[in-house]
C-alpha cells in the first residue's frame, strides 16, 4: 500500500475506533451485561466479513479459512475481545479520553519493546523522548479530571 496513504488510513480508523466504542457504550447502556454487547459486534463482524469473503473468493475462502484454523488461533479473538471489553469498561468509568491515553501509551510501550527485541536495537532516544511524553500527557489528563 501507498505510505501516504497509510497515515490517512490509520487516523481513520482511530476516529472509527472512538465512534465504535461510544456506540458499543449505548448499547450496553440498554442490556444487562457488556457480554451481549461483545456478541452482537463480533457477530455483526463475522457475519459481514463472511459475505465479504463469499464475494470475494466463493467457496473456496471458507474452505482455506478452515483450513487455517489451528488451536492457537483462538488467541487474536480473545485478545481483541479483550480489547473490546476494556474500551468499553474505559469509556463508561473514566471517560474516552483517559481510556484513549492509557490504551495508546500502553499500546506504544509493548510496540517499542516488540520492535527493539525484532531489530534486537534500542530504540533511538527520540523514540524514547516521544514514549515519556505521551506517558506524562496521560498523568496530565488524569490529574486534569480530578
Known sequence: ????????????????LVVQNLLM???TESV???VITLV????????????????????????????????????????????VFTGIVGYQSVGAAVT????????????????????QAAPSPLSVLGALLLIAGVMLILRGRG
Request: proline share 3%; glycine share 10%.
Open 25 to 27: 457504550v449505548r448499547i
Open 40 to 83: 452482537i459486534n463480533s457477530a455483526m463482524g463475522l457475519v459481514l466479513l463472511l459475505c465479504f469473503l463469499l464475494v470475494r473468493n466463493g467457496l473456496a475462502g471458507i474452505s482455506e479459512t478452515i483450513q487455517a484454523i489451528r488451536p492457537w488461533v483462538i488467541l487474536p479473538g480473545l485478545l481483541g475481545s479483550f480489547f
Open 32 to 34: 444487562s451485561t457488556v
Open 100 to 119: 484513549i491515553a492509557v490504551l495508546v501509551s500502553s499500546q506504544l510501550t509493548t510496540g517499542m519493546l516488540v520492535d527493539a527485541y525484532k531489530t
Open 1 to 16: 500500500m501507498n505510505g501516504y496513504l497509510i497515515f490517512p488510513l490509520l487516523a481513520t480508523a482511530g476516529v472509527a
